[in-house]
């Protein structure tokens, strides 16, 4: 019997909404299995208890935290809570505290999606974003605040030790694939320190992995690859803030925002990683029962593969992809569907599918 605890913080505005959604899928491929149990606990995290007790992580929080197997995580902002707030006291707090360094973010196109792209077919593609340092290690200051001859400072820090695993991570996930292709984003022709330092790593790291093929782009370039050549790519590695960027337009590429998924893996497994859709709360729709479950639903996918229940994730994928090819679609989508009715067109595939 493997029974998986599972720590549940859907956050604000429609986290709430598609996680709820996301466990009721959860308990149904469990509900007939004798040999998995799911056992959630719910924290109330969020921006409503920040604005009560002025903390979103109460204190010991993550000592809590530390004790289960995985994360499921929704979504934190709110129109109350300046959004650097929010997310360095919640989301990163969570990412730093288990040092989970790899940011998985897949991208493809599900058949019954039309893409803004014509070669959308050709999006299929897991983007590998540095999670612990870089442009968001929280570096920088403010001098003279408020002068005319105020200076903010936002400095970017980069490690031997934090760039060598992200990449090794990412050769990893690329001899993974079928095509074994990997392709490096950086800026390096403006910026010469840390980025030039990723370059040269990465070249370093690729001399272990013979089998993987490499290309080299700016993130600037890469922004038209993915347009205009999508079949050219099959993993991508980048930094925080790059590929911060480029994922949300691999989500739009692929159909919405509404579908993609992430997981923030400490890979070596000393701390519980996290899974999360990649939107965010959502203020314009919350509240409506409209939000698109999918991309939560896909979150619990890669969660339930890095539990090591590969038939579970297996089973549920197919089903996501058998009510997304039946034309059901929320609106993000072009559809009329809410929330629930996705919800229940999935657990009763999931239930078909044995
Ligand atoms: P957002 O992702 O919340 O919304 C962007 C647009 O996409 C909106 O029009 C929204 O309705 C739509 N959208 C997003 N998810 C959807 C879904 N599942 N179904 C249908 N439509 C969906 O981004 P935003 O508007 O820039 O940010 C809103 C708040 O969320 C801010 O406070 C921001 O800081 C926060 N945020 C949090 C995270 C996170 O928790 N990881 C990520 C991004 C934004
Ligand atoms: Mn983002």
Not at 138 to 160: A, D, K, M, Y
Not at 215 to 242: G, S, Y
Not at 300 to 320: C, D, N, S, Y
């Amino acid at each position: 019997m493997n029974s998986h605890r599972i720590a549940v913080i859907p956050g604000d505005g429609i986290g709430l909404e598609v996680i709820e959604a996301g466990k009721r899928v959860l308990e149904v491929l469990a509900e007939d299995n004798t040999d998995v149990t799911f056992d959630f606990v719910d924290f109330d995290w969020s921006s409503e208890r920040y604005l009560k007790t002025g903390q979103y992580i109460p204190d010991g929080g993550i000592e809590e935290l530390k004790t289960f197997d995985a994360i499921y995580f929704g979504a934190v902002g709110s129109e109350k809570v300046p959004d650097h707030i929010s997310l360095w006291d919640l989301r990163l707090k969570i990412c730093q505290g288990f040092d989970q360094y790899a940011n998985v973010r897949p991208a493809r196109v599900f058949p019954g999606i039309t893409s803004r792209l014509q070669q959308a077919e050709d999006i299929d593609w897991v983007i590998i974003r540095e999670n612990s340092e870089g442009e968001y290690s929280g570096n920088g200051g403010r001098v003279h605040q408020g002068l005319p001859e105020e200076v903010g400072t936002e400095v970017s820090i980069f490690t031997r030790k934090g760039i060598e695993r992200i990449h090794r991570f990412a050769f990893e996930m690329a001899q993974s694939r079928p095509r074994k292709h990997l392709t490096l984003v950086t800026k390096s022709n403006a910026q010469r320190h840390g980025m030039v330092l990723w370059d040269e790593i990465f070249f370093e790291v690729a001399k272990d992995y013979p089998d993987v093929t490499i290309t080299r782009e700016l993130v600037d370039a890469i922004t038209t690859r993915m347009v205009l050549k999508p079949h050219m790519l099959d993993v991508i590695v980048a930094t925080n803030l790059h590929a911060d960027i480029i994922s949300d337009l691999a989500a739009a590429l692929s159909g919405s925002l509404g579908i993609a998924p992430t997981a923030n893996l400490n890979p070596e497994g000393t701390f519980p990683s996290m899974f999360e859709p990649i939107h965010g709360s959502a203020f314009d729709i919350t509240g409506k029962g409209i939000a698109n479950p999918v991309g939560a639903f896909w979150t619990a996918v890669m969660m339930l593969e890095h539990l090591g229940e590969t038939a579970l994730a297996k089973r549920l994928m197919t089903a996501i992809e058998e009510v997304v090819a039946s034309g059901l679609h929320a609106p993000d989508l072009g559809g009329s569907a809410t929330t629930r009715e996705i919800t229940d067109a999935v657990c009763e595939r999931v239930r078909a599918i044995r």
